[in-house]
């Protein structure tokens, strides 16, 4: 079956870095569109970055662009964000997803997730 786990998360000060990863298994991951989401407790989940099956379109929320960026490995399955110039309010628990289809914004698994806290 389909399984998403993601690592790298932890305590950061502003203006930091970290860079996350989720492990694939269970599917074709090369085929498939994946996905970054994170959430804040007491509000909805946001999806932050894509990125197409063979890797090479992606796409960003506002809110990160030109301080995150998403990639991936398609020999090893992993999914990697790669988040710079970190701030406070990016504190949130942060999930990979499965997409689709070989691009989109559509998903149908997500991993338990890792938790990012931006603090000094």
């Known amino acids: 079956q389909v399984q998403l786990v993601e690592s790298g998360g932890g305590l950061v000060e502003p203006g930091g870095r970290l860079r996350l990863s989720c492990a694939a298994s269970?599917?074709?991951?090369?085929?498939?569109?994946m996905l970054w989401y994170r959430q804040v407790p007491g509000k909805e989940r946001e999806r932050i970055a894509v990125?197409?099956?063979?890797?090479?379109?992606?796409s960003y929320v506002d809110s990160v662009k030109g301080r995150f960026t998403i990639s991936r490995d398609n020999v090893k399955d992993i999914l990697y964000l790669q988040m710079n110039g970190l701030k406070p309010e990016d504190t949130a628990v942060y999930h990979c997803a499965k997409g689709i289809q070989w691009f989109g914004y559509e998903s149908d698994y997500w991993g338990q997730g890792t938790q990012v806290t931006v603090s000094s």
């Open positions: 269970g599917f074709s991951f090369r085929d498939y569109a």
């Open positions: 990125i197409s099956g063979p890797g090479g379109t992606t």
